[in-house]
């Protein structure tokens, strides 16, 4: 190998680059490792001009990833990485090659993290190539999507922000399946990041796309998704109107006659009507959420219990004056202890019109507007106000 490469050395400087590419190829079809190692601490050196060093750096890269499959492949691209971070940014084609390569080899091998670590460290934002606004975010995208697989939220969401800056510039009709991807992801990363609420209306809009392109079953569990998102958030006038709005969605019923939701179903119109959930109502729901979904709070409880529970103090406060604590959790089949701790913080946060007596252990609740009522109330000053200013406006014409 070293006689190779000091007998293209010798070569006039327009010859270098093809037969560089020449010993490349002819190595990486071997499989020969060692051999590429070598040749790409020749191209780093002072050696070799650096007019012919960039191009077979670059196809260097190109080699590995079109013609190499050993097992000894992976560590070849990360020690190749290693060695050019140094001069990144006089190899930036072979940088951005080898880190798609090496992606792709992790993804592969089910190691997400380190993965969307390798390809987040593409560069470009200040690379000489100038990528276009669809580029990166593809690359921002999917990052995030990788990241999400490991359940790292916090890094997902950080790339996704990255990607919301760009999708304004990234036509829709040409990237469709781009914005697609990104409205999921960033759904995805709400929903990890526990924002359910949030999350659940980007499902739910997500579920209302009219488009040929994406298959009716993906359009039934994106709104499974809504649905769990929704249930799942804290007890108060938004999640209420997002539930109402899931109620009265007309593939509910269908979602009800699927064997995989139809706990979702269930639970989303007991919840909507006002009635206690309890543990057996939940069983198929709860068995279908994710890890993240199901994790334990501060207070000792899952999030699928404490939105229960919270939910189920909002339905008692329909049907009671005041109630004992004792009493309310024989209701609600849990220890009295939660009952007032979970209602002193609803109280608090104004999610529940209530007062609690310490002393006596009674929760004492509140007259006040039903939170659905008040949205219909505000809905229809809106409408009669539009209809006043269009009757002022014909006058004024006439």
Known sequence: MDAQLQQISSKPNSEQPAAYQSLIDATASSQDAAGMRTILERLLSDAVPQAASRAAAAHFAQAIQAKMTSDATTDLLTWSLEQIKRQAQSFEACDATLRQALFSRLVDAGDYREAALVLGGTNVENSARQYSAAEKATLYVTVAETFLEEDESVDAEAYVSRASGLMRDVSASENWALHLRYRVTLARTLDARRKFLDASMRYYEL??????????????????????CALLGNAGPQRSRILTLLYKDERLDDLERSADFAGHARVLKRTVTGQLVRTRDTSQFMASLMPHQTALLSDGLTIPEAAMIQHNLVAVAHIYCNISIEHCAQLLDVAPGRVETTAAKMIAAGRLAASLDQ???????????????????????????????????EQLAA
């Open 207 to 228: 579920s209302r796309a009219d488009d040929a392109k994406i298959d009716r079953e993906e359009l039934t569990t994106l709104l499974a998704k809504a649905v769990t």
């Open 359 to 393: 002393v006596d252990g009674v929760l004492h609740f509140h007259a006040t507007q039903n939170a659905l009522d008040s949205f219909d109330e505000s809905i229809k000053a809106l409408c009669l106000g539009v209809n006043a200013c269009y009757e002022h406006a």
